[in-house]
């Protein structure tokens, strides 16, 4: 199967900047689309970036600007650079990806999470 490892959470102070990265590994034969989605407490989960193997790049409006996202097809990660956060960015931020596993079959993959608090 596949698994996907979050990191780069963590406490920041409105105005900051951080970097979440994810890192996909087991029985991958190829990656598709990726991508980052967030929910906040009460709200549901909404998407935040999706980046093709192509390197096409999709923000949702309340990020553009300000977030970026980037992939490594080499190495089975991709990046959200997040500069400028504000308050309403706190969430849990997940990791997402289409995968073709050895077997041919594909999977649609979610990490566990990492959390980003943006506060003074």
């Known amino acids: 199967q596949v698994q996907l490892v979050e990191s780069g959470g963590g406490l920041v102070q409105p105005g900051g900047s951080l970097r979440l990265s994810c890192a996909a590994s087991?029985?991958?034969?190829?990656?598709?689309?990726m991508g980052w989605y967030r929910q906040a407490p009460g709200k549901q989960r909404e998407l935040v970036a999706s980046?093709?193997?192509?390197?096409?790049?999709n923000y949702a409006d309340s990020v553009k600007g300000r977030f970026t996202i980037s992939r490594d097809n080499a190495k089975n990660t991709v990046g959200l650079q997040m500069n400028s956060l504000k308050p309403e960015d706190t969430a849990v931020y997940y990791c997402?990806?289409?995968?073709?596993?050895?077997?041919?079959?594909?999977?649609?993959?979610w990490g566990r999470g990492t959390l980003v608090t943006v506060s003074s």
């Open positions: 980046i093709t193997s192509g390197g096409s790049t």
């Open positions: 087991g029985s991958i034969f190829s990656i598709d689309g």
């Open positions: 997402n990806a289409d995968t073709t596993v050895t077997t041919r079959a594909r999977l649609n993959v």
